[in-house]
């Protein structure tokens, strides 16, 4: 069991007594315990080995590149900034207009 004695180390400025100076406090009791576990989810490799991490939002997902003109792309951030959304959610937002516009169910 890891205790601590917490006589003669109180306050920042010299050394004060406690008023139980038999104080023990247990530190294994106030460590947090992990409660789940995430599941193992096989890593792709690297190129010159090691592995590759992850980021768990992107679980599932496919990326999505496009080839904007430079005003465009600042035009979009900036109306990013005015609306106080990420760019992600607004071309989520954009997709699902355009998906039911042609009769699609907005799935994005």
Do not use: C, W
């Amino acid at each position: 069991m890891n205790k601590k004695s917490f006589a003669g180390r109180v306050g920042s400025k010299g050394r004060e007594q406690v008023s139980n100076p038999n104080l023990v406090v247990d530190l294994d009791a106030l460590t947090p315990k992990p409660t789940t576990t995430t599941p193992s989810i096989e890593q792709p490799k690297r190129h010159r080995g090691g592995v590759k991490p992850i980021q768990n939002d992107r679980i599932g997902k496919q990326s999505l590149n496009v080839y904007l003109d430079k005003n465009v792309k600042k035009q979009f951030a900036m109306l990013s900034i005015e609306l106080e959304k990420n760019q992600t959610e607004l071309l989520i937002e954009a997709l699902n207009e355009l998906f039911k516009k042609y009769n699609k169910p907005p799935i994005a």
